[in-house]
């Protein structure tokens, strides 16, 4: 019995329940999410996606249309992982709103330093890559960055209900500026490949603010 | 003789004088930082960096080893090229420090809406898409930081000598936080496809400067 299954899974066919094609979704766009994070959606051949997890190709366009329609789920599915971060450090977190965003931010040269600051953040880079070639993504990822930024200036204005921050400040511009400078750290951070630049804008974020 | 000419150019041989290959080897370069500027650099193919020019295979392999040494020799021209409206801006204006810096932002401001916010920074650009994954690339976009840095830093100096910027701010670091952040504001003015993320950069910038 035990000799059947391995012949089987030998041959690369596997119980085609609906639990694997579950997994295999979900490994697809995780190996996607891994590769194009370091490498970039141009230099990441499917074949290589594909590989990376052993699932075959006929899987994959079972699940996809075609490579572009792969990016825009991976994009989707990276804005939802990246989200629920987002809620952990802000929302759920107990520490003052202010202490909280700085959390984030730690957690965030944290996961850099992990990977040896190769990874930044794929929204970022799929936005300097293909941000203004092809309209679809382009379109996907600022929308991406709207729902993000409504997190930020959530916690800002929780900031201002705590004192912690002026209530005059424009809190939708503030959280706008902490994406276009974070995501210029995190850029930054790859290339000397250590922590500083996230750090300084860091610094300088949390110094500008008034109280 | 005349004819003549025009049969030899026909079969792709131009005279070859010291002023063609002069001339070839800058088209090649301006070409490609037009081309790699709005692609990307693994976008971008050899043909059609040629193709726009009108330069032969033979010609680009007479002035560089690969691609590799391409994308490396475009690095020092992009930067040199840009050095020069850094000291336009900062060092040849009349204009106080502080002033001069505006009016670099502003002018990268219509450069970005000349080409539609298709081309962004070619150096955040390619640190974004490469440096991670190439060492030589990475090493070569960060020193092209560190000269850009020091342009900033000296104007910052200058605003403290013409009393506008407080002596007590660390100027080195402070050009460090513009560059960090400005990469991010052009990254964003591409997904934006305006200048709102540049006009907000430069105005939180601003407003963080004490006096």
Avoid at 86 to 100: F, V, W, Y
Wanted: hydrophobic share 40%.
């Amino acid at each position: 019995m035990t000799e059947t299954i391995v012949i089987k899974a030998k041959r690369g066919r596997p119980a085609k329940n609906k639990l694997d094609y579950g997994n295999a979704k979900e490994a697809l766009l995780r190996s996607g999410v891994e590769l194009l994070t370091e490498k970039g959606f141009n230099s990441t051949g499917l074949d290589e996606i594909l590989k990376r997890v052993n699932v075959p190709k006929g899987s994959f366009y079972h699940y996809f249309k075609n490579k572009e329609a792969f990016g825009i789920d991976i994009i989707d599915y990276y804005s939802d992982y990246f989200v629920k971060k987002l809620k952990r450090h802000l929302i759920d977190s107990e520490l003052p709103a202010l202490e909280s965003l700085q959390s984030f931010m730690e957690g965030a040269m944290q996961g850099m330093d992990r990977f040896d600051y190769k990874r930044g953040c794929l929204i970022g880079n799929m936005a300097q890559e293909l941000g203004s070639s092809n309209e679809n993504y382009r379109a996907k990822l600022e929308s991406v960055f709207i729902i993000w930024q409504r997190h930020i200036e959530n916690t800002l204005d929780q900031a201002k209900r705590e004192g912690a921050l002026s209530k005059n400040v424009d809190s939708a511009q503030l959280a706008n500026f902490f994406w276009i400078g974070w995501e210029g750290a995190v850029m930054h951070s790859k290339l000397t490949q250590n922590k500083q630049p996230m750090e300084l804008f860091a610094k300088q974020f949390f110094a500008l603010l008034p109280i």
